[in-house]
């Protein structure tokens, strides 16, 4: 395939700070577009493994809706049939076999890499929409006046089976054991194709249900914002305390803590934990995360994992069992006393038989923040006393159940 090389190596911190006017033109005074893909890592190997992309170029006029081919095998080579027009009505086919591909973290999301003649590299962002089964591949490309612009480069989608008149267009590749010939897939145009195989295309494969807000493609927009402020905060809200990773792997968490917000980069390798304040800009356009900067309207690139954060595992099992607790930590005043979690970061306090402190002065507040615990007894001269998570649990019993890293093994769910 010849795909224009994409610089995928886009580096987070390279976003300015910028006002993203939704649905006009290409965002202003960012360097590079964000282009974050919609999937992890192991979603796209298991996607794509000793499985078919059939797809066209859908900017080329002479070879509009001529299908073509790539079979990712499983031991990473990379088969090829491609038409070529001789003559019109006469197509003329290629295969090669002499690249191989992977998956790797070399930007936003995850981008397919090929390795032509075991030297060159080209890349490619790819989107797969579970909905319709489609799966097209975007790439970064260069103007003359140095700037650069994301671009659709192929679509189609993908399939179990190799289609009959490719298969008959490119004898003697190397299949992968058990990969089926589609009989019923007889054409030479791409769309018929699709029409005498509506359910090749596979749909709602295992872990499209973990995507992120925006991840659809700045290439199929045209540089337009492919997401609204009001989705990105539906998103975070949702996913309060659940384990998020970023293009690298790293799990992040995204906090409200009173009227601050925090996002917890949970620590693993060399790396310790970490906490950073969000701070948004003026006019609520960006929003800022240590040296990462986020301008709403572009793809929201962190990928939720369906699994939640150990701190968040023991404030839902305070909640989801209201029963009375001592808590060492809130001190020898409070030795006598048990605290009982309720909803909406509040607190009750009972005496050790069970009944109600009287008074107002004995119920509280708590929150998580900073990676600690923070209760805050209402009237208490003292303030807010606080535990981390990664200590004991705050009560008897308490344990924070699960790692701290996320996702799980990426065989899994391979929908096989």
Known sequence: ?????????????????????????????????????PYNVWFYEDLFSDRVWVFHNPNNRKYRNVPHAVIFRADGQRLECTGWWLKPGKLHWVAKESSRWSVARTGPGAVVQYEI???RKVYGHYFYNPETGDVSAEVLRAHADWKRTWFLHDAGWVQDSLPRSLADGCPGLDLPAGMRINEKQTSHRLDELRR????????????SQHTCPGCTGLGASGGKPTTTKAEVEAFLA??????????TGTPYTYVRSGGREEFWRIGHGNLADKYFDVVRSEDGTTW?????VYAFGYPFGYLPTGHRHPAFQISDELIGRPYPRALEFMGESYADKRFVFHTEGKFSVVDINGDLVEGPHFDGVWRWT?????MTVRDDP???RSIGWRGRGPGAGMAAEGGTRAPPDRRGERGR
């Not at 949702?238 to 293009?247: F, Y």
């Not at 900073?370 to 923070?374: A, F």
């Open 370 to 374: 900073k990676g600690r615990l923070e």
């Open 117 to 119: 003649g075991g030297k």
């Open 382 to 384: 003292a303030g807010p």
């Open 238 to 247: 949702a996913h309060e305390g659940n384990i998020l990773t970023a293009s």
């Open 196 to 207: 005498q195989d509506p359910d090749a295309p596979i749909r709602h494969f295992p872990g």
């Open 1 to 37: 395939m010849n795909m224009a090389r994409s610089l995928c190596g886009l580096a987070a911190g390279a976003l300015l700070a910028s006002c993203v006017a939704h649905g006009a033109g290409v965002p202003g005074g960012i360097p590079e577009q964000i282009n974050a893909t």
């Open 288 to 292: 800022k995360m240590g040296k990462y």
